[in-house]
């Protein structure tokens, strides 16, 4: 395994091979297919490969584009689905210990969006019980006795495998960032509400993020232009908010992060600074807002009491269903006042002011992406260094930076503001290209 991928095995360099006619839409899937055969049997990634029907897909798509219909840049890349997101014909498990017995009778709009961009649905990736932080079955394909993360474990192990070009997780607080740190692809978290939740069931509607997870962020944007709500040319127009200084001016977090986070991280993340103000970056000390526990607190208050609201009824009838973590969070969220989750809400506009504040003449704010390595398969990981942003609603891209001591991944994320989301891909872009050349000197 490679932490930076060869151009063949990303989604760009996959589509510029399928229009030169080197592979075919079908070559592309058996070469997934194949790694699912060669590694899914210690890795776990799937809850179902739909073999035959991404067959289908891939032969029609095929037939188009010899018929001279191009789709665009996912027409023929095979694309995992995290497990609580409706694909028609399958069921949706939601990692429940006892499933939902429900079979999707439609397409959550994000696959309807894939699928109209010619992506080929290949099956559905293994999913944290309800998306919380109970240890899922997956492992982790850099090291099996260590988690891949969680919630969208699977998503994260099956493009780090090659098993999928891309895979849709999903974030309340730190579901992609995190399980993509851990398996050393990319991830990113929108801007809330850029991605529509219909079809995708619920964790806690106030802060659920559907996003990406690929091996590049190249192929982040791509995925993202082809599911955004409210369409690639629209965001493309709001260039007030989608500009770049070129070379980025990045503002860095210390404290909050810089205590919690492993040595070993803090040095990757010095020495990852260093390249980029060596390739002309910016890098600004920030003075850390002295509020971040309070978003760790005021995102947990919500994420209790929405779970309690969307799980309450059926956890009372089939406790059996929910393993331990997830009840405890339900019955956590059922003795939380309802004026503290009020107060959670009505402070979020009050915190996102003195953030934007605070990136004020910055492209992105620059954290790590988790607390250090993969821990093991006990933990999907601590989400701190995630929650504050789902909390707040603002974008992230997270991309691999190098490796600890035991040749386990590590991240880095880039924060945005809302509304940003393209502006802050291009960042992370440029920034994921100076780490991919420090890595060959």
């Known amino acids: 395994m490679k932490l930076f991928p060869d151009d063949h095995e990303t989604i760009a360099g996959t589509a510029r091979r399928l229009r030169q006619g080197q592979v075919t839409c079908e070559g592309v899937l058996q070469s997934c297919l194949d790694r699912i055969e060669e590694r899914e049997h210690e890795v776990r990634a799937w809850v179902i490969v739909d073999r035959d029907g991404a067959l289908v897909q891939a032969r029609d798509l095929d037939a188009e584009l010899q018929a001279g219909r191009d789709r665009g840049p996912l027409h023929g890349v095979p694309i995992g689905v995290k497990d609580i997101i409706d694909v028609e014909g399958l069921p949706t498990g939601c990692g429940s210990l006892r499933g939902t017995g429900r079979l999707a009778l439609e397409d959550a709009t994000i696959v309807t969006r894939l699928r109209d961009a010619g992506a080929v649905i290949l099956g559905k990736t293994v999913t944290t019980a309800y998306a919380w932080i109970d240890p899922p079955v997956s492992r982790n394909p850099w090291s099996i006795d260590r988690t891949p993360g969680g919630s969208s474990s699977g998503s994260a192990a099956a493009v780090a495998c090659g098993m999928c070009l891309g895979a849709i997780g999903t974030q309340t607080g730190g579901s992609i960032t995190r399980p993509a740190a851990f398996c050393g692809v990319a991830g990113m978290k929108p801007t809330f509400g850029h991605v529509s939740t219909t079809g995708v069931f619920p964790f806690a509607p106030s802060l659920d993020h559907p996003g990406p997870i690929a091996r590049s962020v190249g192929d982040l944007r791509t995925i993202y232009q082809s599911v955004c709500d409210r369409g690639p040319a629209r965001v493309e127009a709001r260039q007030e908010r989608d500009l770049v200084q070129s070379p980025p001016r990045l503002g860095r977090l210390g404290g909050f992060f810089d205590n919690r986070a492993h040595a070993e991280m803090r040095w990757a993340m010095g020495a990852f600074l260093k390249w980029f ?102 933990s999907t990981g601590d989400p701190a260094f995630n929650s504050p942003w789902s909390y707040l609603g603002f974008p992230t891209v997270s991309f691999p930076l190098g490796f600890s001591a035991e040749r386990l991944p590590l991240a880095v994320q880039l924060i945005g503001r809302p509304g940003s989301d393209l502006g802050l891909l291009r960042v992370a872009g440029q920034c994921e290209q100076w780490t991919r050349s420090a890595h060959r000197v």
Do not use: C, Q
Request: proline share 8%; glycine share 6%; charged share 20%.
């Open 277 to 378: 103000e060596d390739w002309g970056a910016t890098v600004f000390e920030l003075n850390e807002p002295g509020f971040l526990e309070d978003l760790l607190s005021h995102h947990r208050a919500i994420m209790a009491a929405e779970a309690t609201e969307v799980h309450g009824e059926r956890f009372s009838l089939l406790p059996e269903a929910y393993p331990p973590r997830i009840s405890e969070l339900i019955i956590e969220g059922g003795t939380i006042p309802a004026a503290v989750v009020e107060l959670a809400h009505g402070l979020k506009a009050s915190y996102s002011s003195s953030m934007l504040a605070l990136m004020d003449d910055l492209d992105a704010l620059i954290t790590p992406a988790a607390i250090g390595p993969a821990p093991d398969r006990s």
